[in-house]
């Protein structure tokens, strides 16, 4: 018998995922490009650029010290649970006790511990596409379908609770929103998500909101969904320390849940990793009480970045764009270019040095997904080599 013979590679679980060009995909082939002595402009990691607050470095420092070396509570330490619970009160509006917070392994941990805990095989999670690749990754995984309610370009990208409502069937279990949007940078404003929560709860519907960018937004005010009337028991909010205080690096998150879920879903996460790193947890919270200063600087750095991006984009004749409002991504129809997302990416990394993202590795062929967070400098060269490119 050969060796591992009985062995099918990959598992079924996981067979048809990520068979697109996707983000990793990219990047290693930039990262053999540069091996190779090319300069290579990296547009396609969604990667803040700016380091991690002092004050965060140092809480961590300090809890190293004091010899917070060992095992959490593994729901997540005090102090962060109970940050998080003033937050999602302060900010978004969400009463949420400490005991009702899970902090993850990043956000994915707490998406993949939500919809593991709640979805059977064969259940329904109707998902608004574009969309980062996780979403259908995960439904896969776990045996569930994947439902898209697709967001058109035209319309700016915005879900709308009237594409959401003909969707929903018997199988039907949850609604993901992801506001602002990766990779479009779309916002859901209140309106349309008072009309997806009259759906949740017309339907009996559990709503998963991704919430990781939600400092990134240029004009007006996010809204959670958790926080409108009767949505408390019915919605879960994630949230994450990667982009907001650029900690992509540090991997945690946090699941504010209702009562209800809150027990199960810290049980599947538990066998999911065990626990984040306890220090890093304490680095965290400090974040999440005393940077705000750090944020908002950032914030704004990032608008200035987004409109010199917009700047070139309005000069390429075949790209067609919405001005993004959260974020910091530009999701660019290339279509009228009459190649494919995978063909333009290729073409535009070798005339041009720079790396993007096909949109199929976000559920939507014909768009590219560029990310603006870099430094501006090192942004108008990368543009500058677009615009040649696009020329030739």
């Known amino acids: 018998m050969k060796l591992m013979e009985k062995i099918e590679l990959p598992s079924r679980r996981f067979t048809d995922i990520a068979t697109s060009v996707g983000i990793n995909d990219i990047v290693n082939l930039s990262n053999q490009l540069e091996a190779k002595g090319r300069k290579i402009y990296h547009l396609e990691m969604g990667r803040p650029d700016f380091d991690s607050p002092k004050l965060a470095k140092d809480a961590v420092k300090k809890a ?31 009463d949420i006790s400490p005991e009702n917070v899970l902090i993850t392994v990043g956000a994915q941990g707490a998406l993949m511990a939500v919809m593991m ?41 915005v879900l709308r609770a009237s594409a959401v409502e003909p969707l929903v069937t018997d199988r039907t279990r949850m ?26 709860k017309k339907h009996d519907l559990l709503v998963v909101s991704d919430e990781c960018y939600e400092h990134f937004q240029y004009d007006g005010r996010h809204v959670s969904i958790a926080s409108l009337p009767g949505m408390e028991d019915r919605a879960v909010t994630v949230g994450a320390a990667s982009k907001t205080y650029s900690m992509t690096g540090w991997r945690v998150g946090y699941l504010g849940m209702p009562s209800w879920l809150s027990s199960y879903a810290t049980r599947t996460h538990i066998y999911m990793t065990t626990c984040p790193t306890i220090f890093a947890q ?15 600087a950032m914030v704004r750095e990032y608008k200035e ?11 390429m004749e075949k790209i067609d764009f919405v001005m993004p409002r959260g974020a910091f991504y530009f999701f660019p129809s290339i279509k009228r270019t009459g190649m494919s997302a995978a063909e333009f990416c290729g073409n535009i990394l070798e005339k041009a040095g720079v790396a993007l993202v096909p949109g199929e590795a976000f559920e939507a062929p014909g768009f590219v997904r560029l ?22």
């Open 175 to 200: 609604i993901m929103i992801n506001t602002p949007n990766n990779p479009t940078g779309a916002i859901i404003d209140r309106a349309e998500l008072e009309g997806i929560a009259e759906i949740a």
């Open 371 to 392: 990310a603006y967070c870099k430094p501006k400098d090192y942004l108008v060269e990368a543009m500058e080599n677009i615009k040649s490119a696009m020329a030739r």
């Open 64 to 94: 190293l010290d004091d010899g917070f070396v060992h095992y959490p509570d593994l729901k997540g330490v005090y102090e962060l649970r109970l940050a998080v619970s003033k937050k999602l009160k302060r900010e978004n509006g969400i």
């Open 282 to 296: 304490y680095g965290y919270a400090e974040a999440l009480d005393r940077a705000d200063d750090d944020v908002r």
């Open 305 to 315: 970045r987004r409109d010199l991006v917009a700047g070139y984009l309005k000069e």
């Open 117 to 157: 805990t709640v979805l059977n095989e064969g259940d329904e999670v109707i998902v608004p596409t574009p969309c980062f690749g996780a979403y259908p990754g995960t439904c896969k995984i776990l045996g569930a379908k994947m439902i898209a309610a697709v967001c058109k370009q035209e319309d700016g990208f």
